[in-house]
C-alpha cells in the first residue's frame, strides 16, 4: 500500500499541479500526444471487442487523431466505438490512478501495458508514421519503469493515471469550441441520418448541435464521475480486508494475570509474559486438568 490519505493528495496535488504549470512545454506535448493515442486505442479496442475490424490508428500531430474501423452490423457498435474515445480515456486513467495508490500489481500492470502499448502500434499504425513511434517510445519506457521494481512501478502508474484524467477532462473543453470536429459531432451526424459528406458543410443543422450537444453532456458527466469515483476511493483511508484477530491485538495487562488467564492465552498462541504471538505448537507441555478453569 502506498502512504496514508495526505500524503496521497499531497503526490496527486503535486502532479496537477506540476502539469498544469508546464502544459505548453515540449515534454507536455509528448504526454499529449500519448494521451491521444490512447484515445484512439480505445475506439480500436471498442471497435475489436464488438465485432468490427481495425485499419489503421494514425496522429495528426495537433492533438489530433483518427482510428479507422469498420464496427460490426449491429446498430449499437457505431454508438460503442465512437463513445469508447472520450469514456474510455477516462476509464484508463482512472483505473492506472487507483492501481497506483493501492500499490497492488503495479510492476504486473506497468509490464502489459509496455507490451500493449507496443503491441498495438506494431499492429495498427504505419512504420514511421507519429502513431507508432509515440506508441513504441512510450511503450518502451513504460515496460522498462516496469522492470525497475515496486515502487518506481507505483509512483510511474500515478503519474500516467493523472496524466490520462487530467488530459481526458481538459479534452472535453473540444466539445464547445469545435463540437462538429469532435467524437460527438460525429455520432450527432450519424443519429441525424446525414453522411459524412454532410460533415464538410460550414453551417451545422440544428438538429446536429442539439444531438451533439446532448451527447457531449453525457459524455462529460459519464467522464468526470469515472475520474471522480476513482480519486474518491483512492485518496480514502484504506480499509482492512479482514477483522483482526483479538488475539493480535492483545498487549501487556499491567497487573498479574490468574492462570485461568494465561491458560486462555496459551491455547491461542500468546506469550503471557511479553504479549507476544508465538508460533503453533510453541507451548508443548498440555495444561493438567487441575489448571483448567
Same mark, same amino acid.
Given at each position: 500500500m502506498?502512504? &496514508?490519505? =495526505?500524503?496521497k493528495f499531497v503526490i496527486f496535488l503535486s502532479l496537477i499541479l506540476s502539469l498544469v504549470a508546464f502544459w505548453d512545454h515540449q515534454f507536455t506535448s509528448y504526454l499529449k500526444e500519448f494521451v491521444v493515442l490512447i484515445h484512439e486505442i480505445c475506439h480500436a479496442t471498442a471497435a475489436l471487442f464488438s465485432g468490427g475490424v481495425v485499419k489503421g490508428i494514425t496522429l495528426h500531430g495537433n492533438e489530433g487523431g483518427e482510428t479507422i474501423a469498420v464496427p460490426a452490423s449491429f446498430r449499437g457498435s457505431f454508438i460503442l466505438v465512437v463513445s469508447a474515445g472520450y469514456i474510455g480515456s477516462s476509464i484508463v486513467g482512472a483505473f492506472l490512478l487507483r492501481l497506483g495508490f493501492q500499490g497492488r500489481h503495479a510492476r504486473q500492470t506497468m509490464i502489459l501495458f509496455g507490451l500493449f502499448l507496443i503491441s498495438v502500434s506494431v499492429l495498427y499504425s504505419k512504420l514511421g508514421d507519429l502513431a507508432y513511434f509515440t506508441g513504441i517510445f512510450w511503450g518502451v519506457g513504460i515496460l522498462v519503469l516496469g522492470m525497475l521494481g515496486e515502487t518506481t512501478s507505483i #509512483?510511474? #502508474?500515478v503519474? #500516467? +493515471?493523472t496524466s490520462i484524467s487530467l488530459y481526458s477532462l481538459y479534452d472535453l473543453s473540444d466539445f464547445a469550441e469545435r463540437l462538429a470536429e469532435t467524437d460527438a459531432g460525429i455520432l450527432a451526424f450519424w443519429m441525424a441520418g446525414l +453522411? =459524412? &459528406?454532410d460533415l464538410q458543410n460550414e453551417e451545422i443543422p440544428t438538429v446536429v448541435l442539439i444531438l451533439g450537444y446532448l451527447i457531449a453532456t453525457l459524455w462529460s458527466l459519464l467522464s468526470i464521475g469515472i475520474i471522480f469515483m476513482s480519486l474518491r476511493t483512492s485518496l480514502s483511508h484504506e480499509e482492512a480486508h479482514h477483522s483482526p484477530d483479538p488475539v493480535e491485538q492483545f498487549e501487556r495487562f499491567p497487573g498479574e494475570l490468574s492462570p485461568e488467564a494465561k491458560l486462555w492465552l496459551e491455547k491461542r498462541g500468546v506469550d503471557p509474559e511479553s504479549g507476544i504471538v508465538l508460533p503453533p505448537n510453541f507451548f508443548l507441555d498440555p495444561p493438567s486438568k487441575d489448571n483448567q478453569g
Open positions: 502506498m502512504a &496514508e490519505k =495526505p500524503v #509512483l510511474s #502508474l503519474f #500516467l +493515471g +453522411g =459524412p &459528406e
